[in-house]
């Protein structure tokens, strides 16, 4: 096959233009929440260690946990998202959880675009678990996307291709998407 140089040199230029996200592999970096190990931000809030530049709040407030991630991240609409129902980051069995970072490198820094971390619920009904994907960017953190992890036996692959797919272009005045098959947890 016979390739001019100039649609070759246009093709490689865009592919490899600053910010280009089709050429850069998206990857997975974890930090761990600890509410013991973090700095208090107030009454039943804290301030945990994330990503450089990236620091993870964490509140709490009549059964609901509320996580938002950057500078001033109770000032960000994730700090006052959370599920319907009751629920918490730890499953009773560890004071410590993990949160997923989906990134990029950029100018050799970690770019983050998204988080994943898991919550689980409590109604009167049922127990659960879901899956929350939040977008991230330098001044925003908002949820995209809720998965139900007892019906989707692939909840984590689901919610990096949601991180990777969605994330970067969500709009964070609309509502979380719930993602997946439903109902074996209460959200």
Not at 20 to 41: G, H, M
Not at 135 to 153: G, H, K, M, P, Y
Request: glycine letters at 6%.
């Amino acid at each position: 096959m016979h390739v001019r140089p100039f649609a070759l040199a246009i093709v490689l230029s865009l592919a490899l233009a600053p910010g280009s996200y089709a050429v850069q592999q998206a990857k997975s970096r974890y930090s761990t929440i600890e509410l013991s190990k973090c700095r208090s931000a107030g009454t039943s809030a804290w301030q945990c260690n994330g990503l450089p530049g990236y620091p993870v709040y964490v509140a709490t407030a009549k059964l609901h946990t509320f996580v938002s991630v950057g500078p001033a991240g109770q000032t960000r609409r994730a700090a006052k998202q959370s599920l319907r129902v009751a629920n918490t980051l730890f499953d009773g069995r560890s004071p410590r959880t993990a949160v997923e970072w989906r990134f990029i490198i950029r100018d050799k820094k970690v770019v983050p675009y998204a988080t994943i971390v898991r919550y689980f619920t409590q109604s009167k009904e049922a127990r659960g678990e879901v899956v929350v994907v939040t977008r991230v960017t330098d001044a925003e953190s908002c949820q995209v996307a809720r998965i139900d992890a007892l019906a989707n036996r692939n909840a984590m692959v689901l919610a990096r291709e949601i991180a990777d797919r969605q994330a970067r272009t969500f709009d964070c005045r609309q509502e979380p998407s719930i993602a997946g098959a439903t109902g074996k947890s209460p959200m």
